[in-house]
């Protein structure tokens, strides 16, 4: 089990939480978080590159010009390859860039996010992030504790701390259902409320 300091508004230390899934550093894996990671950038990706091969041109119906007597090579369609104006060979189509995840792979690289966090020193978890909404009161709660780059994780998607982050420039806002490994990554301190962190340990139950 391991316990986990839990912080009140004025950041000051007000209980623990105890935790039965393992946040120990031999649960971290460093290899989920890169699958996990890979696949979410591979899954933004639109695949909407696109181009005309010989059969979407328009057009090459007759012959250019005669088989014999010009000197030139044979050709059999303006819409060659080969012509001006003609088709273009193996060029990129439309696709689907994304990739399936298992489950359990990201719970794995969550549980290792977590864990690499908290080893780190760089976990914060607060009983309620209390917030009006004012950015510039955000970034002064932020900086002032030396948690900037942050991510932030509430459990309400409405809560008002989450439009105070949002014009933040080094800081990101999430809510817990949308929890992503890869932002957890890009910033290097996470802040989380308890009843966020909780619902994401009783993920991985």
Known sequence: MTEIVVLNEKFESSG??????????????????????????????QGNASTKNRAATNGGGAKPFKQKGTGRARQGSSRSPLMVGGGVAFGPTPRDFSQKL?????????????ADKLQAGKLTVIEELKSSGKTKEMFSLLDS?????A???????????????RNLRNAKGLEVDGFSVYESVKFENLVIEKAALETLLNRMV
């Open 16 to 45: 623990k939480l105890a935790s039965e899934v393992a946040l120990t550093p031999e649960v971290i894996s460093t290899s989920a978080v890169h699958q996990v990671v890979k696949a979410t950038l591979a899954n933004r990706r």
């Open 102 to 114: 298992n489950k359990k792979m990201v719970l794995r690289a969550i549980q290792s996010v977590v």
């Open 145 to 149: 504790r030396g948690l900037l780059p």
């Open 151 to 165: 991510l932030v994780v509430t459990k309400d998607g409405q809560s008002p701390a989450l439009r105070a982050v």
